[in-house]
């Protein structure tokens, strides 16, 4: 039955927009710590986080916290408003500062000063589902910690649906977001 909708084009498809999506929540469809996003329409479940995905998320937050301070707000694993159809919700964003720190609305990408996903069984996700949707939507940079390979992606200057910059930094190397100049992150301290 897998790919058998894909096969048929001309059947008619009813995508979820964020109030449905925040209607279902309400209404208690998605079970207590259910881990699912809106990724264009879709409801897509997230893999479990790994004591070793947690971990790097929770440095990457001292990190961003300490480097930071009042120059941008950070959010863990929250809501990402990309369009009526897609909300990510990214391992770490780095946001600019608004006075409520976004209480009022969800960040959208033009609030975006990096973006960060932990990859291990989500890798081929991160990079083939959610990156081109980052592009399209014009998120600035995005990196993406590659726990397969201990490395981590930079990819800057979104065209179209790809980066026109990437980089792949390794162990013994430093990382410093285009936005946010002198918070400085080793990549070995990031990966431990």
């Known amino acids: 039955m897998d790919g058998l909708l894909e096969r048929a084009p001309w059947v008619k498809r009813h995508k979820l927009d964020v109030r449905d999506y925040y209607r279902m929540g309400e209404a208690g469809i998605f079970e207590p710590g259910m881990r699912v996003e809106l990724i264009e329409g879709e409801i897509i479940d997230m893999a479990p986080i790994g004591s070793e995905h947690g971990g790097i998320v929770n440095r990457l937050n001292r990190f961003s916290v300490r480097g930071v301070g ?3 707000v950070v959010s863990v694993q929250g809501p990402l408003r990309l369009s009526e159809f897609s909300e990510p919700e990214p391992d770490l964003l780095l946001l600019k500062p608004r006075a409520d720190d976004y209480t009022g609305q969800h960040p959208t990408a033009a609030d975006v000063l990096l973006l960060i996903e932990v990859a291990n069984t989500s890798l081929r996700y991160d990079r083939d589902v959610k990156l081109p949707l980052y592009a399209r939507h014009g998120v600035p940079e995005v990196w993406i910690v590659n726990l397969t390979e201990g490395l ?3 990819y800057r ?3 179209g649906e790809a980066y026109l910059t990437t980089r792949r930094a390794a162990r013994g ?3 410093e ?4 100049p002198g918070l400085r992150l080793a990549v070995a301290e990031v990966l431990g």
Do not use: C, Y
Not at 177 to 180: N, Q, T, V, Y
């Open 70 to 72: 009042d120059r941008a």
């Open 157 to 159: 200057d979104p065209k």
């Open 177 to 180: 977001p285009a936005a946010l």
């Open 152 to 154: 981590i992606e930079v």
């Open 173 to 175: 190397e430093t990382l």
